[in-house]
């Protein structure tokens, strides 16, 4: 679809019955808050993602306002002890609720934006009209107001056209949008993704000319994006859409064509609404690095979840998925010391999931899946992860030295309980004789 030029004209819409707005605390907090702005002589509409998710049936999870309140006003109307400061210098508030339930309300004074020499933060601000502030915004879809109190959308980017050509677009020039923050390119494909939209031509092409330049932004916030992408079931058309853009050979610089072919392949598969599957999946069949032969695979993963800045528990949890599900090729064949333990993680339901996702992907037999499934099921947790039959303590009393041996004799005979040899304390405790 090819772009247009904007014309930056309102297109003010009753729609009163249109949005998806339900009767929550959120919403009455919201609504609350623009009351008490207008009440004060301000000018106050909701903003933004809950407008547009309104639009489109979904239930916002939260609520921002924009007004011509300057920060200063906003803190004095709802007290400091409710405000938090969090970007005054942008002109945004939050304003916290009086109960937990009512959430927060991000408050921003309507603004224009000054150069972004740092490709993620404008230099400067000025205060300015709700018109003004539409257009500094990122794309058309998240440009909108809503006036809860009149019932009307306010419309200066035509952005309800494209909700409803499906179209993610840009304001004004796309060039200059990415310009100042080189993360929204990341974002329209996210966007586009979830949605089920189509990037608007204009839009794609400044993207596929600046994809180098998403290097400029920190490692954390491309990281966070990837977590919101692909935790979402819409993950697949997000690999897809950074495919496209030439956005995914600037995250993943590493990852061979055999490996983006096999996470596309296994992407549709995923279902577990978390990231870390997907991550595997596309780190899980990269190459060798020449700088790095030396190292494991499982190693190498490590370190481009540590380039990433991933949490330790993200860390582990990719590495794990990965190795672990090469060695459930073949999971009938497993010991039971090595099957109990992966079926009795906390992650297991992630492992079955990236497994199921690779027989489908490889139009394996499902036997290895269905074989952990039934196993899963007919085995309970005490069963999978039962308490040790004897414990560091019972060696010491029979006489056992702490040496390297004493580690061997404690794994051994876990793994006999868990094999289902020995059964019973007593058994255990004979077996540890047997081995001192």
């Known amino acids: 679809m090819k772009g247009h030029v904007l014309r930056p004209s309102a297109t003010i819409v009753t729609m009163t019955?249109?949005?998806h707005l339900p009767d929550s605390d959120p919403n009455s907090f919201a609504l609350n808050v623009v009351h008490k702005l207008r009440s004060a002589?301000?000018?106050?509409?909701?903003?933004?993602?809950?407008?547009?998710?309104?639009?489109?049936?979904?239930?916002?999870?939260?609520?921002?306002v924009a007004t011509s309140a300057r920060p200063e006003d906003v803190i004095r109307l709802f007290g400091a002890r409710k405000t938090v400061a969090v970007g005054a210098d942008f002109?945004?508030?939050v304003v916290v609720g009086k109960h937990k339930s009512d959430g927060l309300v991000q408050v921003a004074t309507f603004r224009s934006d000054g150069n972004y020499s740092d490709g993620r933060r404008p230099d400067s601000i000025d205060f300015c009209s709700a018109e003004e502030d539409a257009l500094r915004r990122d794309f058309t879809i998240n440009g909108m107001f809503y006036d809860p109190v009149a019932g009307r959308i306010i419309d200066y980017v035509d952005g309800q056209r494209d909700l409803e050509r499906g179209v993610i677009r840009a304001i004004g020039t796309a060039e200059e949008r990415f310009k100042e923050d080189k993360l929204r390119m990341l974002r329209a494909a996210r966007f586009a993704a979830r949605f089920e939209f189509t990037l608007d031509e204009r839009t794609a092409v400044a993207i596929r000319r600046r994809a180098s330049e998403l290097k400029q932004v920190s490692i954390e916030r491309i990281a966070q994006e990837l977590r919101r992408m692909f935790a979402h079931c819409s993950r697949h058309l997000a690999l897809e859409l950074l495919e496209e853009t030439s956005l995914f050979a600037v995250i993943f610089p590493a990852?061979?064509?055999?490996?983006?072919?096999?996470?596309?392949?296994?992407?549709?598969?995923?279902?577990?609404?978390?990231?870390?599957?997907a991550v595997a999946a596309v780190l899980m069949e990269r190459l060798d690095d020449t700088a790095d032969r030396h190292k494991s695979r499982t190693a190498r993963i490590a370190t481009a979840c540590r380039e990433f800045k991933f949490s330790n528990d993200?860390?582990?949890?990719?590495?794990?998925?990965?190795?672990?599900?090469?060695?459930?090729?073949?999971?009938?064949?497993?010991?039971?010391?090595?099957?109990?333990?992966?079926?009795a993680d906390v992650r297991h339901l992630l492992l079955l999931d990236l497994i199921e996702a690779c027989v489908c992907a490889e139009q394996r037999p499902r036997c290895?899946?269905?074989f952990l499934r039934t196993y899963l099921a007919k085995t309970t947790q005490e069963a999978l992860n039962p308490p040790p039959l004897v414990t560091g303590s019972d060696l010491k009393t029979l006489g056992v030295k702490e040496s390297p041996a004493f580690s061997k004799i404690l794994r051994m005979i876990r793994e006999e309980q868990l094999d289902e040899v020995i059964l019973t304390r007593d058994e255990a405790i004979a077996r540890a004789r047997q081995l001192n």
């Open 255 to 277: 990852t061979s064509d055999e490996g983006r072919n096999a996470a596309r392949r296994i992407m549709p598969f995923l279902s577990q609404p978390t990231f870390e599957p």
């Open 91 to 93: 002109g945004v508030i």
């Open 17 to 19: 019955n249109s949005l």
């Open 314 to 343: 993200e860390t582990s949890t990719i590495c794990w998925l990965c190795d672990t599900c090469d060695r459930c090729r073949n999971p009938s064949q497993l010991p039971l010391h090595e099957l109990k333990p992966l079926l």
């Open 368 to 370: 290895d899946i269905d």
């Open 41 to 64: 002589g301000f000018e106050a509409v909701w903003a933004g993602g809950c407008v547009r998710d309104a639009l489109l049936g979904i239930v916002p999870k939260d609520y921002d």
